[in-house]
């Protein structure tokens, strides 16, 4: 199974792994009006397709960085910290990279390197936006103290 299908399919199973029940238990999602629930459900898809995106493209970074932008603009938007912002990123990678997961068992995917890859860009990836974010994160907080 090709990469691609593979995250296809992912991103049809993450749906399910990030529905409301899930999401309802974590202490940043609490925080959130319906408005802003609603965003950030539909920033898994953001996330899924950049990943796409960065495997079709064998390592172009730049979606990461945008992704990581958005996430932090909108935490700081709807009131989360930076940890919330993270907490929230890590939620929803952690429901992609869970599903990916699925998929290759499913698929009875046996070769050893071909988790290592996938797991490998996979983290790769999310690294990236996590840096953006907190760098984004950080610029915001450092010009709201300039205005100070």
Same mark, same amino acid.
């Given at each position: 199974?090709?990469?691609?299908?593979?995250? %296809?399919?992912?991103?049809?199973?993450? @749906?399910? %792994?990030?529905?409301?029940?899930?999401? !309802?238990?974590?202490?940043?999602?609490?925080?959130? *009006? /319906?408005?802003?629930?609603?965003?950030? @459900?539909?920033?898994? @898809?953001?996330?899924? %397709?950049?990943?796409?995106?960065?495997?079709?493209?064998?390592? *172009?970074?730049? *979606?990461? +960085?945008?992704?990581? &932008?958005?996430?932090?603009? =909108?935490?700081? =938007?709807?009131?989360?910290? /930076?940890?919330?912002?993270?907490?929230?990123? #890590?939620?929803?990678?952690?429901?992609?990279?869970?599903?990916?997961?699925?998929?290759? =068992?499913?698929?009875?995917? #046996?070769?050893?390197?071909?988790?290592? $890859?996938?797991?490998?860009?996979? +983290?790769?990836?999310? *690294?990236?936006?996590?840096?953006?974010?907190?760098?984004?994160?950080?610029? &915001?907080?450092? !010009?709201?103290? $300039? %205005?100070?």
């Amino acid at each position: 199974m090709e990469p691609e299908n593979i995250l %296809q399919t992912a991103m049809k199973n993450v @749906r399910v %792994q990030i529905g409301e029940a899930n999401l !309802a238990s974590e202490s940043w999602y609490k925080k959130l *009006d /319906e408005n802003a629930r609603k965003q950030y @459900r539909e920033s898994a @898809r953001s996330l899924s %397709q950049g990943l796409m995106a960065y495997i079709a493209s064998r390592g *172009d970074e730049s *979606d990461a +960085h945008a992704i990581g &932008f958005d996430y932090a603009s =909108r935490a700081r =938007r709807y009131g989360l910290s /930076e940890v919330d912002a993270t907490r929230a990123l #890590l939620f929803f990678r952690n429901a992609l990279i869970e599903s990916v997961m699925k998929v290759y =068992r499913e698929a009875n995917v #046996l070769s050893g390197n071909a988790w290592e $890859e996938m797991l490998h860009k996979m +983290h790769t990836f999310t *690294d990236h936006i996590l840096i953006s974010l907190l760098e984004t994160y950080n610029k &915001f907080e450092n !010009a709201n103290h $300039e %205005q100070d």
